[in-house]
């Protein structure tokens, strides 16, 4: 008699059935250097996690992580369509931020594309119950030398702390990094052209003093500039404002 599949292999043959060639084609372009790329689109990855998180996500997330740590990510080890369902498990299954954080901590050095980074970090709700908890434990990636740590951090301030009690605060945060890596800076940018869209008179104040290098403050100048919530006349100064001109 076979024995029974894992819970693994049981979404495994559910993402071959949901995959999607000329996605996967479409998705792998956006993510160079990635492999094992199924193509299988986001809100069905969502769809998968939430039947796990009505059983099975804590088994999931065994299997999967103890994949990784013995093979990586890609074609040969956790696939890239597994690690969104990873994260998303950790997002929809946790209740307490004491269970959520032992679940990312162990989740974050296995990120290693911006989009998985990106869906996990916008996909983590529970920050909202647990805010000073959770600024607390995103504080030690911002020492990080590792890129996806870096823009772990950032894009959980863009997407969770986007208001006046956190600004300086994260503002001062964003001023700090100094990274070479193309996502981590990209990241930063990012943020400051979302902090200005709210708050443009202070971002307008800090971007005058700040200690962000040449690449990534016009980046996010750039970024301001394409916003369709920033008027004409602001955009018109802002691109004035570029170093290099």
Same mark, same amino acid.
């Given at each position: 008699?076979?024995?029974?599949?894992?819970?693994?292999?049981?979404?495994?043959?559910?993402?071959?059935? %949901?995959?999607?060639?000329?996605?996967? $084609?479409?998705?792998?372009? %956006?993510?160079?250097?990635?492999? @094992?790329?199924?193509?299988?689109?986001?809100?069905?990855?969502?769809?998968?996690?939430?039947?796990?998180? &009505?059983?099975?996500?804590?088994?999931?997330? &065994?299997?999967?992580?103890?994949?990784?740590?013995?093979? @990586?990510? #890609?074609?040969? @080890?956790?696939?890239?369509?597994?690690?969104?369902?990873? /994260? %998303?498990?950790?997002?929809?299954?946790?209740?307490?931020?004491?269970?959520? @954080?032992?679940?990312?901590?162990?989740?974050?050095?296995?990120?290693?594309?911006?989009?998985? *980074?990106?869906?996990? *970090?916008?996909?983590? &709700?529970?920050? #909202?119950?647990?805010?000073?908890?959770? =600024?607390?434990f995103i504080?030690?990636?911002?020492?990080?030398?590792?890129?996806?740590?870096?823009?772990?951090?950032?894009?959980?301030?863009?997407?969770?702390?986007?208001?006046?009690?956190?600004?300086?605060?994260?503002?001062?945060?964003?001023?700090?990094?100094?990274?070479?890596?193309?996502?981590?800076?990209?990241?930063?940018? =990012?943020?400051?052209?979302?902090?200005?869209? &709210?708050?443009?008179?202070?971002?307008? $104040?800090? %971007?005058?003093? *700040?200690?962000?290098?040449?690449?990534?403050y016009n980046?996010?100048?750039?970024?301001?500039?394409?916003?369709?919530?920033?008027?004409?006349?602001?955009?018109?100064?802002?691109?004035?404002?570029?170093? /290099?001109?």
């Amino acid at each position: 008699m076979p024995d029974k599949p894992t819970i693994r292999e049981t979404v495994r043959i559910r993402l071959e059935e %949901l995959s999607d060639p000329e996605y996967r $084609e479409f998705h792998s372009r %956006l993510l160079p250097g990635i492999t @094992g790329i199924m193509g299988v689109r986001t809100p069905e990855l969502r769809g998968i996690a939430k039947d796990l998180k &009505k059983s099975g996500w804590r088994e999931y997330i &065994k299997e999967v992580s103890c994949a990784w740590k013995e093979k @990586g990510q #890609g074609a040969d @080890g956790v696939l890239y369509d597994e690690m969104i369902i990873w /994260g %998303l498990c950790i997002c929809g299954g946790c209740r307490d931020w004491d269970t959520a @954080g032992e679940y990312v901590t162990a989740f974050v050095p296995a990120i290693n594309n911006w989009a998985v *980074c990106d869906i996990f *970090c916008g996909s983590l &709700k529970i920050t #909202g119950r647990y805010r000073e908890e959770v =600024w607390q434990f995103i504080q030690p990636y911002f020492q990080s030398g590792r890129e996806y740590d870096l823009r772990f951090g950032t894009v959980m301030l863009l997407s969770h702390y986007t208001d006046q009690d956190y600004l300086d605060r994260a503002l001062k945060l964003l001023d700090r990094v100094r990274h070479p890596g193309y996502y981590a800076k990209m990241a930063v940018a =990012w943020a400051v052209s979302v902090y200005f869209v &709210k708050f443009p008179d202070q971002v307008m $104040e800090y %971007l005058k003093q *700040c200690s962000l290098d040449d690449w990534t403050y016009n980046k996010a100048l750039q970024k301001i500039t394409e916003s369709f919530r920033v008027d004409k006349e602001t955009k018109k100064l802002v691109r004035q404002m570029r170093r /290099g001109r």
